[in-house]
């Protein structure tokens, strides 16, 4: 794999993992406007949403970021 081939393999992975954040986002928001905040989806949408965050921000760190 070249350098440029694994530069557009980060910022694939990098759309991906915003577009699943939003999925999560959309789904919790969903799930709280029928008042299901203590449910068990909700609690695990709540801990992928902290785990893509983590991912998104250490590809920012790098300074890997939407255009």
């Known amino acids: ?3 440029q081939e694994r530069l557009a393999a980060y910022d694939r992975m ?4 915003l577009k699943e954040r939003e999925k999560v986002l959309a789904d919790m928001d969903r799930l709280r406007e029928a008042g ?3 449910g068990a989806t909700y609690q695990q949408l709540l801990a992928q949403k902290l785990t893509l ?5 250490r590809f920012e760190v790098y ?3 939407p255009e």
Do not use: E, F
Request: glycine letters at 12%.
């Open 1 to 3: 794999m070249t350098d």
């Open 14 to 17: 990098y759309a991906d993992l």
């Open 36 to 38: 299901k905040q203590k």
């Open 53 to 57: 965050q983590n991912l998104v921000g």
């Open 63 to 65: 300074g890997i970021r």
